[in-house]
């Protein structure tokens, strides 16, 4: 695991400082090394954390005659295998690192060495015989890539703040985009905050040649109208070998790997394989939280650990430790992005890194196989609209509510009983009850609302349920959030919160492989009856413990809600009503009042209230400096 970045420039040759500076803001990514490529119009970066092939493994690297050169991030898995392909077809190697596999690759296929390659990544290839720069990210969005262009040059990264560096670089906020984060709690799509800063998108490449540039899609999800007529069983004992063959995978590395563990059953799965792999003890490692009303989910993890003998290591945050990191949040994760969880992956990742260079998550498991509560309630809503108009209206006046009916989750089914999916389902994070919709007529100021297009903010989802050619409704929105969710907040956080504690994070259930498996089956497969996530837990099963397999998800429960009202109450009114806030023209310091009001008295809007305390910490960060 590593950082990358570099300039192309087709005007003014580049200051040749300019790659340490970019280097430099990255450290953290890369403490063991470092190493640069200088041209007098390219340079190349690299910080490298030693993973594979410690001794000889330093980049950048080129080709046998120096005319191909690299800078990589990430890890193949397949490397070994397309290492020996290579050597048949007469390439000559100087090191047995993954990262050169991918040179000789490209010298053999071009831009289709992407589709041959298995693993998490984002790279930079100069081809000096052809003067075209080749820039790509894996399928899934494991990895980050960030580039900027103008006139005259391409700048790229690994991270915003390398780009930065480029004293040529403006911090210009596009507003357009603070709507979008407000919308959606996060910045799904190709655009940030910034408004001359894209991330390329996953399964995407970026050509420089000849003074042009084009970007390409190389790789996408696809749901078959027919799925695969594979009996239950045979599909559940495919997917057991699939699990064990990618874990094996993920598995390969000449440095101590461990286990996130947070007790559900995608971790304890996950574990159970790592440990068949393995002839050394595997290390887990959770983390709960301080305070006697929040309920602590590392008793499963205990239970996990015990049942597979792990060296089992553990912690707990407060909320003034949650408090006091936020600045250094912000700071990493270079968007606003309203993920919690984050900051409790840090911390847990710190621990580990006094134990481990490498970790294995469980996230995806559910982006895969449907395990949100979320995606079975929607499911079972468009089958009931299904019914015709007098049951929809029976459902209206049920979930809409008198008495006891009335609760907050059914009255917002309620309200989407006259909608299609395509217009409600945001994604997993928000949708039409999203407070800051609700309330922007008294949180925005009439300034900020003239700044931008009120539908830019679902721009990109819209876009993503055009491409998604299914009926299915469950599909569907695994899709929506295989391209925004998952890419732009869950593997964002994942990354950028590993990599400030200089850890690298891998994700075997996000394989392409495992993503292509589900997406091919039916889709009672995932989501039957009542019951989420059904496949993936019936193959889990018997490496799971009964406590864990049985239990309600619950993810990493950081108490938001209630540590936003209480313990944090002093420190959000101190941001949010700071003149420096209000002074930025976004907001009416009333709504902003209205909210926290509502946060302290009655519990309400904490992760609104988290979101704009992000923003404006955010702005200190990078606009303000």
Known sequence: MCAICGKL???????????????DTMVHRGPDDEGAYVEPHLVLGHRRLSIIDLSTGKQPICNEDGTVWIVFNGEIYNFLQLRKELLRAGHRFQTHT??????HLYEEYGEGCLE????????????ARKRKLFLARDRVGIKPLYYSLKQDSIVFASEIKAILADSSMSCEVDPNMIHRFLTCLYTPGPETILRDVFKLMPGHYLVWENGKHAIHQYWDLRFPEDPRGVSIDDATAELVDLLRATVRGHMISDVPVGVLLSGGVDSTGLLSFCVEE???KVQTFTIGFGGERFADERAYARIAAGRYGTIHHEMTIAAEEFRDFLPMYVRHMEEPVCEAPAVALYYVTRLASKHVKVLLSGEGGDEAFAGYQNYRNLVWLERLKRLGEPMRG??????GGVGPLKIGRLERYAKLMDLPLEQYYYSRTSGPQNTFLKHKEILYSSEFRAMFNLDH????????FQNVNVKNKLNKMLYVDTKTWLPDDLLIKADKMTMASSVELRVPLLDHKILEFAASLPSNYKLRGIKTKYILKRALEPRVPEQVINRKKTGLPVPLQSWMSRELRDFNRDVLLDTRTIGRGYFQRKGIEKLLSDVESEGKYGKEIFSLVVLELWHREFVDT
């Open 9 to 23: 420039s087709w005007g003014e040759p580049i200051d040749s400082s300019l790659v340490q500076r970019m280097m």
């Open 98 to 103: 993954d990262t050169e596999v991918i040179i």
């Open 116 to 127: 041959r390659l298995s693993g998490m990544f984002a790279f930079a290839i100069w081809d």
């Open 278 to 280: 393995t002839d050394k």
């Open 394 to 399: 029976m459902a209206k006046l049920l979930f």
């Open 457 to 464: 903010a679902l721009e990109y989802i819209c876009k993503c």
